[in-house]
Each structure stands twice: as structure tokens, then as C-alpha cells.
């Protein structure tokens, strides 16, 4: 098992969901989402994740984001990126990667904040493909990031066990 720390966005996930459907392997797994602390194994205790999170949220007030754009990465995923909120993103992801989750940080890979739509193995007739599919629907959302969760997530990344939320002040 292993811990993660996602932010859902409020938003109508119908176009990014069909897309997900198609694309996604983690589309059963978990709603469209955007990962702050990637998944770190479940030897680090939950209480003392659950403060460090808090400690650090606390001094964090909701800010604004808006998703647009999309970006391939090193690993073939595609993304649909922050087109604002993308520095608080990044900031509030690094200081997340301190105390306890500081030996965690992936310090080889920077740290783009987005919402994964799917992944194209280089196939460029696939990629071709969902290019043509996403472009049309016009994806652009703008919505505040004002709450994250913690999510304990089974082994092989088959399930989710449980969530607990954490609510950024106004």
C-alpha cells in the first residue's frame, strides 16, 4: 500500500472523463485528479504524514487555477496542464516535500503540475489520434484549489481504501 495527496478539481469532468475512458489505465482507479505528493510506500506512519500535511496547509489559503493546454511528457503521458495557479501548484508541492516526505522527493524529475489524460506508447497514429479527439473539445477549466486529499491506495494500484480531506483556508 502507499499514500498519495491529490487535489480533485471542481469541475465538470464529462469531456476529460471520455477521454480518460479511452486513454487512461487509471481510470478506474481514481477520478480525474492532480497529484501533489506522488505515491509513497505506507513505512512512513499515517498520524505523522497526516500532521506534516496539516502543518503545512495551514498556512495555505485557496487560490485559483485554470487547466488549459495540453503537454506530452518524458514518459509518454499526456497532460492537460495549468495554465495558472501553476507556481502556488509547484510551491505548494515543495514544501510538501519536506520534513518527513523530504527523502521522497524525486530530485532527477522537475515537477509539473497537470492532470493526466491518458498515456499514447509511442504510437504516433495513437497520438495523432487522440490529438484530434481532445483538441475539438476545447478543454479550459478554471476552478480554486480548496481542499486536497490523502488517499491510501492498495497494492498494484488496484484500489483506493480510503481518503481523508484537508481544507485550505479562504
Not at 495527496?5 to 471542481?10: F, I, S
Not at 480531506?165 to 479562504?170: G, H, K, T
Request: aromatic share 12%.
Amino acid at each position: 500500500m502507499s499514500y498519495a495527496l491529490v487535489h480533485y478539481p471542481n469541475i465538470n469532468t464529462e469531456y476529460i472523463n471520455q477521454i480518460r475512458q479511452k486513454y487512461d489505465p487509471q481510470f478506474n482507479l481514481i477520478e480525474p485528479h492532480i497529484t501533489l505528493v506522488f505515491p509513497v510506500i505506507e513505512s512512513i506512519n499515517e498520524n505523522n504524514l497526516i500532521l506534516h500535511i496539516d502543518s503545512i496547509l495551514s498556512k495555505w489559503k485557496i487560490f485559483p487555477i485554470c487547466l488549459k493546454g495540453l503537454q506530452k511528457s518524458w514518459d509518454e503521458y499526456i497532460f492537460l496542464m495549468l495554465e495558472e495557479g501553476k507556481v502556488d501548484m509547484i510551491e505548494l508541492h515543495n514544501e510538501l516535500y519536506t520534513g518527513i516526505l523530504d527523502e521522497y522527493c524525486r530530485d532527477n524529475l522537475q515537477f509539473v503540475p497537470h492532470l493526466t489524460l491518458g498515456i499514447c506508447r509511442k504510437d504516433t497514429d495513437q497520438f495523432l489520434q487522440f490529438l484530434k479527439e481532445v483538441q475539438h473539445l476545447g478543454l479550459n477549466y478554471r476552478c480554486f484549489v480548496d481542499k486536497v486529499h490523502l488517499i491510501n491506495i492498495a497494492d498494484q494500484k488496484r484500489s483506493i481504501i480510503w481518503s481523508k480531506e484537508f481544507v485550505l483556508r479562504n
